[in-house]
C-alpha cells in the first residue's frame, strides 16, 4: 500500500506553517531525492533519506546523568597513583563549581588492561570493561559548563540554554521514522526518576512536536496509550467507526488538506501503536537466559529495573526505532543523589551507582552485537561533564570538570577498541585532540548521512543547527 | 542561513538566468547583475587577493584566469575545460552550500559567453542588512491603491490586498457562510466556541450591522484578554518555573499574567504597555496588578545552582542579562538583538555594543520577588495578625500535652527527635540569649536547622526569636555561599530547606539568639525541615541553653531524655506519644483545627511578594569579547540600538530607574520605526495564521520580507493614530472582506501562491492546546470562568530541590478553569494537550508549529481529562435535549462544532448513541477534526 503521505498533493501546511520559506529550502534538500516536494507536506516521521549514504541507521544513546567520573572509570591516570594526597602541580588554589578543592586522589578503583587492545577500564564497571575492544574511546571531551542542568542541555540538545531542539528531535526531523507503528524517538527514564533536565533531555524545542521524544520505560508505559477501563473495546471500536465518518464528511467540505488527512491518518496510526507498544514491552517471551544477561534477577530492584530498560530499548531498537536515550541516573535530591554526582564520597556512592548501569548495559551491548544490531546501530555512551582529579575540600568526592571528559561510541561507522583525545597526567584538562560536545554532535549525524551544516531550522532569526556555528566531524573515529 | 542569503541574492536580482539578449551589453548586464553578486557572495569570501584559499584568486580576471593550485581556473569561452565550473558543477565549491542549478547555469552563460569582467577587484559581499535596511525606515503613508473589483473592498485593507491579487490574476474566495464567520470571529477574540444561545441570537439577527455588533460584544468579553494575554504570554516566554536542572516553582509569577490579561481588557495603549512591563515599579500611584507588570523582565529562565567559580557565577548572571535582552528586543523591535552578543550581528546592522548599551540598561534587573502591596493590605495585615494569634494559642494548648525536658534526666522520657518539627517545653526562664549546641546528626554531616522559635510565657505567645522582634542570630559557622542556607534564616519566620542554616562542621555547631531585652521564656520550638523533604542533616543529640550574661549560660533542655532517633519515622506527629486516649483525641482536634489556620495564613501571606524582579544600582557595564564574562573590553553606556532612530544614548552615570524608563519611552515613540509594525504585525499574524511578516519576532534580514509591505506601514499608521489601542486594531481586520472570505481553494490559487501568502482565501487553523481544552470544558459544561489570582495546578505538591513533576491522577473542579489560569512550569507540558504544539516557555514562541502526532489522537481518545469530560458533556446533553436520540445528537453537534448535523451524521449518531450510550458520541466529537479546527 503507498503510505497516506505519499498521496498528498496539498503544500500547504509544509509551506505554511511547518516551515515557511528558507526553512522550506532546508528540508527541500533532504527531499531532493524525491525530486519534488508535493509527497512529503506535513511534518511527518514518513523515512527519509539522508544527505549522503549513511553507516548508521538509528541511535542508542545512553546519557549517564549527574557528571561520571572519567577518572574512576575509562580514563587511566598513573601520575594519580604516585600523587595522591598531594596538590596538584602548576595550581594555587583552584575552585571549582563548589568550592575549594583539596589534595589530588587516586581511584579508589584498581585500573586493569582488558581485552585484546589492553586497555585500561578500572574495575567499577567489570562487565562493560570487558567489552573496551569495542569501544571507541574520546578521552578530550570538553563541556560549555560546570552546572547540571546547562550540560545536561549542551550534551542533549548543543545549547547550554533551555528550549533547543534535543539530538534525537533532530534525527527524527532529518531521517523520520522506519517503524510506522512505534514511537520514532524513544526517551526512557531510569528507574529512579527522570533526569535532573527533565524533558529539555528529549524536547523537540521549537521544532513541531511530532519529533518529540515518547517516554516511557519498561514500568511506565506510553501516558493515554490503553483504552480506559470504563471504555469497551467494542465501544472503542465504535467510537472510531463514528469519528471516521465525521472526518470523512469533513474531509469533503476541505478536499485535499494535508493537515486534515495527516490526522485521519494518526488515529490509524494511534491505533496500531496500541498494539505494537504493548507487545514491545513486553519482556515476559524473553528466554531466561536474555533475562539473566540484563540482570533482571538481580536482587537490586533498581539494577533489575534498569535491565528491564535495556531490554526494552533492545527490542526497540530491534524494531528500527531510531533513536533511543536510556537515561541511567534519575534528579539529585538532598544528600544521597540518585545519580553519578559524586561530590561527598565518591567511593560510597559510585559502589551504588556502578552496578546498577554495568552489568545490564554490559548485557544489552552484548545482545546488540550478537543480533547483529550494532552493524547499523550507533552507540553512544555519554555524560554531561567529568570530574575533578583532587577531592573537595573536606570530602571523599570530585567536583564538577567540564575541561576535559570522557564519552565513547560503538557500533556502526566508528573504530572499535580505539583511543581518541587525551587529558593531561592528571586528567584535570584535555590537551591532546580537545573535542567539544559540538564535534560529538556533529560526528553522529555525520554517521547517521547528515551533513551537521546543513539540517537547519528556522527559529527566532537563525537557521538553528544541532551544532549552533561550530563542530567538526570527528573523522579518525570513523571505521 | 546561507540558504536564506542565497535567496536574498536571488530577490536582489531577479534578472538571474533570464539575460537573454545578445551582445556587449548583455555581457555587462549578466556580469553586473548576475555574475558579480554571485563571485561575490559565494566564492571572493574564500577566493580573494589576500586570502586566496588553494591560492586562487577570483576577485581578478587576471587572477582568476592563472588560476590556483590545481591549475587555471577559468578558461574564456569554453566553460567545460573551466576548472571552476567543474567544481561548482560537482557541487564541491561552494563547500558547504553548492549553487543552484541555474546558478551554474549562469557561470556557464557567462564563461561561455567570454569571462567578461567589468569593474575590478570584485570584493566579498557583506551579507548584512544595512541601515537602509526596510523595518528600519519610518513608516510611510501609503494611500490604499485603486482596485478593478470595487464592491469587494470594505476597507483600506482590501484595497491593499486585491490590488496585489488582482496583478497575479486571483481575488478573494467567496464569502464564508455566517456560521462559519461566527465561530471563526469568537474563537480569534475569545478562544472559545460560541454558546448555542449566541448562535441563535446571531443568526437571528438580520439587520446589517449584525456581524459589527459581533465585533464588538466579543471584544468587550473578558475573554478576549485571556485570549491574547495568552499569545503575549507566548511571545515574552513567560513561565512559573526558574527552569534548568532544580526547575524550582515561583508560586508569586501570576499576577503579571493577570496583568497582561487586565491589559488586554482595559486596551491600554501600546506604549503604556511597554511602559509598564519595562518600569511599572516606578511609575507613581501603580496599583499591584501594574507594579507585577515588570514580571516581564525577569519573565524568563533563570539559573539558580550555586557556582562557586568566577567564570561560573558570571556566566549565570550574563545569561540572565542576556535573556532580558533578548526578550525586550524580540518582543518590541523584532530584531535578534541576542545575536551580537559575542560578536557584531551577522545580518542586522547591530553591533556589540549596542547589545551591551542594552544590557546596561537592565544591568541592575536581578531574579527575586518583590514585595508588593496587594489590594486589599490592611485587611489582610489584620486577618493574619490574628489567625497567627490564633495558631500561637492552640500552639501553646498542643503543647502541654509535652512532658517538660528535664536536663537532669538520662532516660528517655520524651518523644524521639523528629526532622519536621520539635517543641521544648521547660520551666519559665529569664534569658538575654539562647543558644542551641548540636552535638551529633542523624547522618555524621553539618547540622541544619530551618527556624528556631522561642516563645514568651504571656498569655498570647510571642516568638521573641524573630528578627522581626528585633533578635540577632550569630552561629558558630555557615556553610559557604550558599543561598538557602544562611545564619539570617534562622529566625526569618519562613520554614523550609531554602531558609535555613547549615553549619560548616560535620555533625556539629551552634546557633545563637540574642534579644534585644530580658524575655521570659519556656518554650523553643524547632526543625530541619518543616515541609518534611529532607531528613538528613537533623539534629539528634544536642543541648539549649540560655544566659542573661554571655559568661553563665545555664542549660535547659537536652536530647538526653528523648528516645532514640528513629529514622522510619521521621515525621512524627506534632501530638507527642503516649497519650491517654481522651487526651489524644483532644490534641487531634486542636491539631487540625491548626491546620485549617495555617492554610488560611498561607493565603493571607501569599500574594504579597510578587516574581517581578528586584532593582539595585549597577556597577559599570563593559562589553565582553567574544561575549566571555571573564574578558572586558571598552566601558559601555546605556542605549538603544545606534541604527534605530531616534537617537537613544544615556550617561554611564545613570540611575537605574531612569534607564529603564528612557527605554521604554524610546520603544513607545511614534518614530521608532519597528514598535508599531512588529504589533500590528503580531495582531495580523494570530488572525490569519501567518503574519504580512511570517516570522513576528524578526524583522531584521534573517526574517521574512512583508507580504504587503504598504498595508503594514497602512495599520501601522492607523494603530498609532488610534491612540495605539488594539481593539480598534482588531475591528479594522475583522471587517475586511479579506477576514470574511471562505476557505475555499481554486486550482488558480494553489497554482500561483499555495502558501496564501497573499490572502485568496482564509487558511483553516488548528486551534491551539489552550483553546482546545477550553473547548472541551466548554462543550461539557464545566468550564469555571472564574478569573484572576492563583492558577490552579495540575502537579503534585513538591518543594523538592530538583522540582519532580508528577501530575495529579485525577483531577477536578479546582482545575477546570481556563488554561492560562493553569499553573505552568517551565519545559514541562499539560500531560494531555502540551503535544498539541504548546510552547514549553524555555524559549519564547511568537508563532507556534502546528504539528499532528499520534500522542494527540492517544491523549484526545484516552486520557481520563477527556473522557470524564465525555461523561459531564453528556448528561449536560441529556438534560439540555431529552431522552430523544435524534434532538441528542443535534444538540451534541451544535455544542460541539457550533452546527446541527447533516442526515447521514444524524442516522450515524442516532445509532452509536443506541448502541454505545451518549457519552461515546461525546467522546468522538472532541475527536473530529472539526472540533480541532477553525475555518
Redesign the interface.
Known amino acids: 500500500m503507498i503510505p497516506l503521505w505519499h498521496r498528498l498533493t496539498d503544500r500547504r501546511a509544509f509551506l505554511g506553517d511547518f516551515a515557511t520559506g528558507v526553512s522550506a529550502l532546508a528540508l527541500a534538500s533532504l527531499l531532493a531525492e524525491q525530486g519534488k516536494l508535493a509527497g512529503e507536506t506535513v511534518p511527518t516521521t514518513t523515512p527519509r533519506r539522508p544527505h549522503f549514504e549513511p553507516k548508521a541507521k538509528r541511535v542508542l544513546h545512553v546519557f549517564c546523568t549527574g557528571a561520571v567520573s572519567h577518572l574512576d572509570t575509562w580514563d587511566y591516570k598513573p601520575e594519580l597513583l604516585k600523587r595522591d594526597g598531594q596538590p596538584m602541580p602548576g595550581v594555587d588554589k583552584l575552585v571549582t563549581f563548589q568550592g575549594e578543592n583539596g589534595n589530588l586522589a587516586k581511584s579508589p578503583w584498581r585500573f586493569k588492561p582488558r581485552g585484546q587492545t589492553g586497555k585500561y577500564v578500572s574495575d567499577l564497571l567489570p562487565h562493560l570493561a570487558d567489552l573496551a575492544d569495542e569501544m571507541c574511546f574520546l578521552h578530550s571531551l570538553t563541556s560549555k559548563t560546570n552546572t547540571h542542568g546547562p550540560g545536561e542541555c549542551h550534551m542533549s540538545t548543543g545549547f547550554a540554554l533551555e528550549g533547543y531542539p534535543s539530538i534525537g528531535s533532530w534525527v527524527t526531523f532529518a531521517l523520520g521514522s522506519a517503524n510506522q507503528n512505534l514511537p520514532s524517538y524513544v526517551a526512557i527514564p531510569d528507574p529512579r526518576g527522570v533526569p535532573q533536565q527533565g524533558p529539555s533531555n528529549w524536547t523537540n524545542g521549537f521544532l513541531p512536536a511530532v519529533f518529540q521524544g515518547t517516554v516511557f520505560n519498561a514500568d511506565n508505559p506510553i501516558s493515554n496509550l490503553a483504552r480506559p477501563k470504563q471504555v469497551s473495546p467494542q465501544t472503542d471500536v465504535a467510537t472510531r467507526d463514528f469519528l471516521k465518518l465525521l472526518n470523512e464528511e469533513h474531509l469533503k467540505r476541505h478536499p485535499e488538506d494535508s493537515e486534515l488527512t495527516a490526522r485521519i491518518a494518526a488515529y490509524e496510526l494511534a491505533a496500531r501503536m496500541q498494539l505494537s507498544a504493548p507487545e514491545v514491552s513486553d519482556l515476559s517471551k524473553e528466554s531466561a537466559a536474555t533475562r539473566s544477561l540484563y540482570g533482571l534477577d538481580d536482587r537490586n530492584p533498581i539494577l533489575a529495573g534498569f535491565g528491564r530498560n535495556c531490554l526494552l530499548a533492545r527490542r526497540l531498537l530491534e524494531r528500527d526505532v531510531r533513536f533511543v536515550t536510556l537515561f541511567n541516573g534519575a534528579f539529585a535530591m538532598g544528600e544521597g543523589a540518585l545519580n553519578w554526582d559524586g561530590h561527598r564520597r565518591i567511593k560510597s556512592d559510585y559502589d551504588r551507582h556502578g552496578p546498577i548501569l554495568d552489568r545490564p548495559l554490559a548485557g544489552l551491548l552484548k545482545d546488540l552485537k550478537s543480533r547483529g544490531l550494532l552493524k547499523d546501530t550507533l552507540v553512544l555512551w555519554t555524560t554531561e561533564f567529568g570530574r575533578m582529579p583532587t577531592f573537595q575540600k573536606g570530602t571523599q568526592g570530585r567536583d564538577h570538570n567540564p575541561m576535559g571528559f570522557t564519552a565513547w561510541m560503538m557500533g556502526a561507522g566508528v573504530k572499535s577498541g580505539f583511543t581518541f583525545g587525551a587529558t593531561d597526567p592528571f586528567g584535570h584538562k584535555a590537551v591532546d585532540n580537545v573535542l567539544s560536545v559540538h564535534d560529538f554532535h556533529a560526528t553522529v549525524l555525520h554517521l547517521l548521512g547528515l551533513d551537521h551544516e546543513k539540517l537547519t531550522f528556522y527559529h527566532n532569526g537563525s537557521q538553528r543547527r544541532l551544532t549552533d556555528v561550530h563542530g567538526h566531524v570527528i573523522k579518525k573515529i570513523l571505521a | 542561513?546561507?540558504?536564506?542569503l542565497l535567496?536574498a541574492a536571488l530577490a536582489l536580482f531577479p534578472g538571474v538566468g533570464l539575460a537573454q539578449s545578445p551582445g556587449a551589453d548583455a555581457e555587462q548586464t549578466l556580469f553586473r547583475d548576475s555574475v558579480r553578486p554571485l563571485l561575490s557572495s559565494k566564492c571572493v569570501g574564500c577566493h580573494n587577493a589576500t586570502k586566496a584559499k588553494g591560492g586562487l584568486d577570483l576577485s581578478r580576471r587576471q587572477n582568476a584566469l592563472k588560476g590556483g593550485d590545481t591549475g587555471p581556473s577559468l578558461v574564456p569561452g569554453d566553460s567545460a575545460k573551466s576548472l571552476l565550473l567543474r567544481r561548482v558543477a560537482d557541487h564541491e565549491m561552494p563547500p558547504?552550500n553548492p549553487l543552484t542549478e541555474e546558478q551554474s547555469a549562469l557561470l556557464k552563460k557567462w564563461i561561455d559567453a567570454g569571462a567578461f569582467y567589468e569593474k575590478e577587484p570584485i570584493l566579498p559581499a557583506i551579507n548584512r542588512a544595512g541601515a537602509d535596511w526596510w523595518s528600519l525606515q519610518k513608516p510611510r503613508s501609503p494611500v490604499p491603491p485603486t482596485v478593478r473589483e470595487k464592491s469587494k473592498v470594505q476597507n483600506a485593507i482590501d484595497a491593499f490586498l486585491l490590488a496585489r491579487l488582482e496583478a497575479t490574476g486571483l481575488t478573494y474566495a467567496p464569502a464564508a457562510d455566517r456560521l462559519t464567520l461566527l465561530r471563526r470571529a469568537t474563537f480569534d477574540l475569545t478562544g472559545l466556541p460560541p454558546t448555542p444561545e449566541e448562535i441563535e441570537q446571531f443568526l437571528a439577527d438580520t439587520s446589517p450591522h449584525a456581524y459589527e455588533k459581533l465585533i464588538d460584544r466579543l471584544l468587550d468579553s473578558p475573554r478576549y484578554g485571556e485570549r491574547w494575554g495568552r499569545h503575549w504570554l507566548d511571545i515574552v516566554r513567560f513561565a512559573e518555573s526558574h527552569?534548568?536542572?532544580?526547575?524550582q516553582l515561583r508560586p508569586n509569577a501570576w499576577p503579571y499574567r493577570d496583568y497582561v490579561i487586565r491589559a488586554f481588557n482595559q486596551d491600554l495603549s501600546y506604549p503604556q504597555f511597554i511602559l509598564e512591563q519595562l518600569a511599572g515599579d516606578t511609575l507613581k500611584d501603580a496599583d499591584f496588578l501594574t507594579q507585577s507588570a515588570t514580571g516581564f523582565l525577569v519573565g524568563g529562565?533563570h539559573?539558580v545552582?550555586?557556582?562557586?567559580?568566577?567564570e561560573?557565577a558570571l556566566?549565570?548572571r550574563m545569561?540572565d542579562l542576556d535573556d532580558i535582552v533578548t526578550a525586550t528586543g524580540?518582543t518590541f523591535l523584532g530584531?535578534?538583538i541576542?545575536?551580537a552578543r559575542c560578536h557584531d550581528h551577522k545580518?542586522d546592522p547591530i553591533s556589540q555594543k549596542d547589545y551591551y548599551a542594552l544590557q546596561a540598561i537592565f544591568a541592575g534587573v536581578q531574579h527575586s520577588e518583590r514585595t508588593i502591596q496587594p489590594p486589599d493590605l490592611a485587611q489582610r495585615r489584620a486577618k493574619a495578625a490574628d489567625l497567627r494569634a490564633q495558631i500561637q494559642r492552640l500552639d501553646r494548648d498542643l503543647e502541654a500535652y509535652e512532658p517538660l525536658a528535664d536536663p537532669a534526666a538520662h532516660k528517655p522520657m520524651r518523644a524521639a527527635v523528629s526532622s519536621k518539627r520539635n517543641v521544648e517545653r521547660f520551666a519559665p526562664v529569664e534569658a538575654r540569649m539562647v543558644r542551641f549546641v548540636v552535638l551529633a546528626t542523624n547522618?555524621g554531616?553539618e547540622p541544619c536547622i530551618d527556624e528556631l522559635e522561642i516563645y514568651t510565657t504571656e498569655a498570647t505567645p510571642r516568638n521573641v526569636a524573630l528578627a522581626s522582634a528585633g533578635a540577632k542570630p550569630s552561629a558558630s559557622s555557615v556553610y559557604?555561599?550558599n543561598v538557602y542556607h544562611k545564619v539570617e534564616h534562622i529566625n526569618d519566620g519562613r520554614h523550609g530547606?531554602s531558609f535555613s542554616w547549615i553549619s560548616r562542621e560535620?555533625g556539629k555547631g551552634w546557633v545563637q539568639i540574642d534579644f534585644p531585652t530580658v524575655h521570659k521564656i519556656d518554650r523553643i520550638v524547632w526543625g530541619r525541615d518543616r515541609e518534611q523533604?529532607?531528613q538528613?542533616?537533623t539534629p539528634v543529640r544536642y543541648r539549649i541553653e540560655v544566659a542573661l550574661d554571655p559568661a553563665k549560660w545555664q542549660v535547659i533542655a537536652t536530647s538526653e531524655d528523648r528516645r532514640p532517633f528513629d529514622p522510619g519515622r521521621p515525621t512524627a506527629s506534632i501530638v507527642p506519644e503516649g497519650l491517654p486516649a481522651t487526651a489524644k483525641k483532644q490534641a487531634e482536634a486542636l491539631l487540625r483545627q491548626r491546620e485549617r489556620l495555617q492554610a488560611e495564613l498561607t493565603q493571607m501571606m501569599g500574594t504579597q511578594a510578587v516574581y517581578a524582579g528586584t532593582f539595585t544600582e549597577p556597577g559599570p557595564t563593559h562589553l565582553l569579547l567574544r561575549g566571555d564574562p571573564v574578558r572586558k573590553g571598552e566601558e559601555i553606556a546605556p542605549g538603544g540600538l545606534s541604527v534605530v532612530s531616534p537617537k537613544f544614548q544615556m550617561d554611564r552615570k545613570t540611575p537605574e530607574k531612569e534607564r529603564r524608563l528612557a527605554l521604554a519611552r524610546w520603544l513607545g515613540n511614534p518614530d521608532n520605526p519597528l514598535a508599531a509594525r512588529v504589533m500590528v504585525n503580531r495582531v495580523w499574524h494570530y488572525h490569519f495564521?501567518?503574519g504580512i511578516v511570517?516570522?513576528p519576532?524578526?524583522f531584521?534580514a534573517?526574517?521574512?520580507r512583508p507580504a504587503h509591505p504598504e498595508l503594514l506601514d497602512w495599520l501601522a499608521g492607523a494603530f498609532v493614530k488610534n491612540g495605539w489601542k488594539l481593539k480598534p486594531l482588531h475591528r479594522l481586520i475583522m471587517l475586511s472582506n479579506a477576514y470574511r472570505q471562505s476557505?475555499q481553494?481554486n486550482d488558480k490559487g494553489?497554482s500561483i501562491d499555495?502558501?496564501?501568502r497573499l490572502l485568496w482565501r482564509m487558511?483553516?487553523r488548528?486551534l491551539e492546546a489552550e483553546a482546545i481544552r477550553d473547548s472541551i470544558l466548554s462543550a461539557s459544561g464545566k468550564l469555571d470562568l472564574r478569573m484572576g489570582g492563583e492558577g490552579y495546578n495540575l502537579w503534585e505538591k513538591n518543594t523538592?530541590?530538583?522540582t519532580?513533576?508528577k501530575p495529579k491522577a485525577t483531577l477536578g473542579p479546582e482545575e477546570f478553569r481556563r488554561m492560562i489560569y493553569q499553573f505552568k512550569p517551565?519545559?514541562?507540558?499539560d500531560?494531555?494537550f502540551g503535544?498539541?504544539?504548546c510552547p514549553?516557555a524555555?524559549?519564547?514562541?511568537?508563532r507556534r508549529?502546528?504539528?499532528?502526532?499520534?500522542?494527540?489522537?492517544?491523549?484526545l481518545?484516552?486520557?481520563?481529562l477527556v473522557?470524564t469530560q465525555a461523561e459531564f458533556f453528556a448528561a449536560r446533553v441529556q438534560k439540555e435535549a431529552g431522552s430523544d436520540h435524534a434532538e441528542q445528537a443535534r444538540r451534541a453537534f451544535l455544542l460541539a462544532l457550533g452546527r446541527t448535523p447533516?442526515a447521514?451524521?444524524e442516522k450515524?449518531?442516532v445509532a452509536?448513541i443506541a448502541?454505545?450510550?451518549l457519552a461515546?458520541?461525546c467522546?468522538?466529537?472532541y475527536?473530529?477534526?472539526?472540533f480541532?479546527?477553525v475555518?
Open positions: 542561513m546561507k540558504n536564506h535567496l558547504s527552569g534548568y536542572e532544580t526547575n529562565a539559573d545552582v550555586g557556582n562557586q567559580t568566577v561560573g556566566q549565570q545569561d524580540a530584531l535578534t541576542n545575536c545580518f547522618n554531616i559557604p555561599s530547606n560535620a523533604r529532607f538528613d542533616r495564521g501567518q511570517s516570522t519576532s524578526d531584521g534573517n526574517g521574512d476557505g481553494k494553489m499555495a502558501q496564501n487558511t483553516p488548528r523538592n530541590y530538583v519532580v513533576f517551565r519545559s514541562q507540558q500531560p494531555v503535544v498539541f504544539d514549553d524555555a524559549l519564547a514562541r511568537p508549529t502546528v504539528s499532528t502526532t499520534v500522542l494527540q489522537a492517544l491523549n481518545l484516552n486520557s481520563q473522557i447533516s447521514t451524521e450515524a449518531a452509536l448502541k454505545q450510550g461515546t458520541l467522546r468522538a466529537l475527536n473530529a477534526n472539526e480541532l479546527y475555518d
